[in-house]
């Protein structure tokens, strides 16, 4: 049983650039969120997808936009990249609701911006 | 708004003692659910226990323990034996819906020395 996969697993992106992160969710997991973690944070909530509609959004800019696929995976975008967008990005997958709604994580994918 | 405190930032500890770690949490929400997560240095956060507002039960998993408490909105979470293996950054976090956004805390450091 597969868990939680990113791509790619790190990444270099020059300022003003724009990048797409790729995760494909646990199997049998529906709903797959997205969080920043910067260096010594905790993960902060970017957006949640469910149904293929964005069903939560954290505080973050409208650079930051995403997609769900039929099959759950998932991608996030990030427009005129910052330096302060440097972080862990990190994907998390749980089940439907009305389950048990632990959320899985994928390994992340470090983003660094020069 | 929800909020996650972790106080500790840092704790080192030799093997096979035992090490709480704490978590103060804030929410206006009746129904919420608490998590901790582990982070290795592989940077994967990996899902060790969730706890529901309305079972207030302690339990024991293995080496691990956890004690909620409602009344001082606490939820600390305790390794017995500890090992190196466990050395790791540990979160709590906080959710107040079936599959919603988690709030993490800033994260407690712990070595574990041999």
């Known amino acids: 049983d597969a868990g939680v996969t990113q791509s790619p697993t790190h990444l270099i992106k020059t300022r003003g650039q724009q990048v797409t992160l790729r995760c494909s969710p646990k199997s049998g997991h529906d709903t797959v969120s997205w969080y920043q973690q910067a260096l010594g944070q905790g993960p902060q909530f970017i957006f949640q997808y469910y149904e293929e509609e964005e069903r939560q959004r954290g505080n973050f800019p409208d650079r930051f936009s995403g997609h769900q696929f039929p099959n759950y995976s998932s991608e996030l975008n990030v427009n005129a990249l910052l330096l302060g967008d440097s972080a862990l990005y990190l994907c998390?997958?749980?089940?439907?609701?009305?389950?048990?709604?632990?959320?899985?994580f994928g390994p992340g994918t470090r983003l660094t911006v020069t | 708004a929800q909020k996650v405190t972790q106080a500790q930032t840092e704790i080192s500890v030799v093997e096979k003692e035992d090490v709480t770690l704490d978590c103060v949490y804030e929410?206006?929400?009746?129904?919420?659910?608490l998590f901790w997560y582990k982070q290795p240095p592989s940077g994967e956060l990996v899902f060790l226990i969730r706890r529901n507002s309305f079972d207030e039960q302690n339990e024991i998993s293995g080496r691990y323990s956890w004690n909620f408490q409602k009344s001082t909105s606490s939820f600390n979470f305790t390794i017995t034996a500890s090992q190196v293996v466990d050395s790791a950054v540990y979160f709590c976090a906080l959710s107040t819906g079936a599959n919603s956004k988690l709030t993490f805390g800033k994260g407690i450091t712990l070595s574990v020395r041999p």
């Open positions: 929410t206006r929400d009746t129904t919420y659910y």
């Open positions: 998390a997958s749980s089940r439907p609701s009305g389950t048990r709604n632990e959320q899985y």
